[in-house]
C-alpha cells in the first residue's frame, strides 16, 4: 500500500497479466480518498484511504505509440532491462 502511504500514483516493475500472458506490461496505482479529510500525513493518508485505482500499460502499444509516429510501422525497438542503477530507488 506503498502508494497510498505516499499519496503519488506509483508503476510497479515489469509483469504478466493473466489475460494477455504475451506481453510485457506494467501497472500504475493510485490511492483514492475520502474528500472531507485531511491527507498531509501518512496517518492522515490512511485513515481517508477509500481504495485503490490502476491501470495496465503493456509496453509494446505504450512505445509504438509514442514512437510509431516519428518512425512510421517499419521501426523495431529492443528495451533491455538493466535492473535497478543503484539500491536507493528501490524504497
Known sequence: MRARDVAEPLATLPVTVAVDPGRLSFVIQAAVYRRDMPVE?????RQA???????????????????????????????????????????
Open 49 to 91: 484511504f477509500k481504495g485503490m485505482v490502476g491501470v495496465v500499460i503493456h509496453m509494446d502499444e505504450l512505445m509504438g505509440n509514442l514512437l510509431g509516429p516519428q518512425f512510421g510501422s517499419g521501426f523495431h525497438l529492443t528495451v533491455h532491462d538493466a535492473g535497478f542503477s543503484n539500491t536507493a530507488t528501490r524504497a
Open 41 to 45: 500525513t501518512v496517518d492522515e493518508r
